[in-house]
């Protein structure tokens, strides 16, 4: 049984959660594989996605992991909602709370709004990534994929590379992997990387063929141009130079290193498409595929922490 | 405590419930053996291991079936269930499939596996097999096909069944269980 009520962020969950939660997923990854994939276990639960910012892959994954394991689903996106009338978070979900929904799926811009609306309301809330902070089905499925790809995590070197900065899905990985015992170095260009970092546990390095050196997987983030309010790098033709990931570099190491990314990808800026595209390196589609296993497990789980009305 | 099956009986038991499946299935090659996790599993491989023997057939088809994902209480219980494993290596369209479950007591489990069943496929025709049958406990409209022994049970009591490959011993009980 989960340590918590609500997913808000991996820096609540327990080593232990985290293995539950992905003995959890085997069980639903096997679901998926049959010809009906598909579970009653929530026939009884409404979940709402509720996403203030952008997502494809995200939403997508979500509904799809609700509507397997038998739940219904309601979408709200807050472009075109009364948010735009100046209604706030909370008015919002309780007013989407008093049509009988159990479970709250929510994205939003800002950092820390999952916390502030667990406080607020009932149900169970599943953080799908707030503002720059954390995103914490992200930093599971990562780890997750990773974990099949390598086996045990423990004492691996995983690299993660590029704007650590904006990317809530940094700072999931840095905690969840940390917990898993693996060593995190992050490597990107000063301006992208956090001053104090280090206090988190993880390497820091500038140079990206330094930082790959000894590391069996890299997680490539994606450069979020919508968050960077002033010029951080010059242009991208230089961070593609100098932080690009691309087959020559990566030949040039001499050892298999496993590559991923969360994204959606910027082709010939984190990433050239000669690696993304390359089978034997890239497990990006197995990421997006065990997303919606891990997704079923953290809702089917929380969904046993809801109150008995 | 009391002891409803000792090991020798046990065996006995166990031998006749493989003996009554061969006289009703003269084909076992149809016949698709389903232990329902997590306690059914030790009963359906040691009921395969006496069909090997006693048909000197090599290959009868034998699977694992977790329900927790079909079980009507995901909202009820106290604590979630955590999932096994299920490890089906065949298809059972228009097979003869048995299912096998260590304790019959209110059909909730059964019904759940019929559940669990159907979605790998519709098969000919559903039986079932258990070690013991709690007599007027149920709450669904399920019956058993082969029964192993039965008992009369009161609602405070639970029948405990021990396997020597996992508990150290053969045995069945009736424990009584502390009234809350």
Redesign the interface.
């Given at each position: 049984?989960l340590s918590v009520k609500h997913l808000l962020g991996i820096r609540d969950l327990t080593t232990e959660d985290i293995g539950?939660i992905f003995?959890?997923a085997d069980?639903f990854k096997?679901?998926l594989q049959?010809?009906?994939k598909?579970?009653?276990?929530?026939r009884?639960?409404t979940v709402a996605n509720i996403f203030f910012e952008n997502s494809t892959r995200t939403r997508l994954s979500f509904e799809l992991a609700e509507k397997r394991?038998g739940a219904d689903v309601v979408n709200f996106s807050a472009s075109g909602s009364s948010v735009s009338k100046g209604e706030t978070l909370i008015d919002t979900v309780k007013n989407i709370l008093s049509m009988k929904v159990d479970m709250v799926v929510m994205r939003h811009s800002a950092s820390g709004a999952p916390w502030f609306l667990a406080n607020h309301i009932n149900a169970s809330i599943v953080n799908a990534g707030d503002g720059t902070n954390e995103h914490p089905t992200q930093a599971l499925l990562d780890a997750y994929s990773m974990r099949e790809r390598i086996g045990d995590l423990r004492g691996k070197n995983i690299t993660i590379i590029g704007d650590i900065m904006h990317s809530r899905v940094a700072l999931s990985n840095i905690y969840c992997l940390n917990k898993l015992g693996a060593r995190v170095t992050v490597a990107g260009p000063p301006t992208l990387i956090p001053k104090h970092i280090a206090t988190l546990g993880v390497k820091v390095e500038y140079d990206l063929k330094k930082a790959l050196e000894n590391c069996d997987v890299a997680n490539v983030l994606r450069i979020q141009l919508e968050r960077q309010h002033k010029p951080l790098f010059s242009t991208l033709r230089e961070y593609a130079l100098y932080y690009g990931v691309n087959r020559d570099m990566l030949d040039s190491l001499g050892r298999d290193i496993v590559i991923m990314h969360p994204g959606p990808i910027n082709r010939g800026v984190e990433l050239n498409s000669d690696v993304a595209d390359d089978p034997n390196r890239s497990i990006i589609l197995d990421q997006v595929e065990n997303g919606v296993a891990i997704r079923m497990a953290v809702i089917?789980?929380l969904?046993?922490?809801?109150e008995?009305e | 405590m009391k002891t409803l099956l000792n090991e020798t009986q046990l065996e006995l038991t166990l031998q006749r419930l493989a003996h009554q499946l061969v006289e009703n299935h003269t084909d076992l090659a149809s016949l698709a053996i389903i232990g329902i996790q997590p306690r059914g599993i030790q009963l359906s491989e040691r009921i395969v291991r006496i069909l090997k023997k006693i048909t000197r057939k090599k290959n009868i088809d034998h699977g694992k079936l977790?329900i927790?994902?079909?079980?009507d209480d995901?909202?009820?219980s106290a604590?979630?269930q955590?999932?096994?494993?299920?490890d089906m290596p065949f298809g059972i369209s228009g097979r003869n499939v048995l299912l096998i479950d260590d304790v019959l007591y209110t059909g909730r489990t059964i019904r759940s596996a019929m559940?669990?069943l159907i979605?790998?496929?519709r098969p000919a025709k559903v039986e079932l097999l258990v070690l013991v049958d709690r007599r007027f406990s149920r709450e669904l409209p399920i019956q058993p096909d082969y029964v192993g022994y039965t008992v009369d049970t009161i609602l405070t009591q639970k029948v405990k069944v021990y396997w020597q490959e996992k508990d150290g011993k053969d045995e069945v009980a009736l424990i009584d269980k502390p009234s809350a």
């Open positions: 049984m539950l003995k959890t069980n096997q679901v049959r010809p009906i598909k579970v009653p276990s929530l009884d639960t394991l089917y789980l969904s046993g922490k809801r008995i | 977790d927790t994902f079909y079980r995901v909202h009820t604590d979630i955590v999932p096994s494993q299920t559940d669990a979605d790998f496929g």
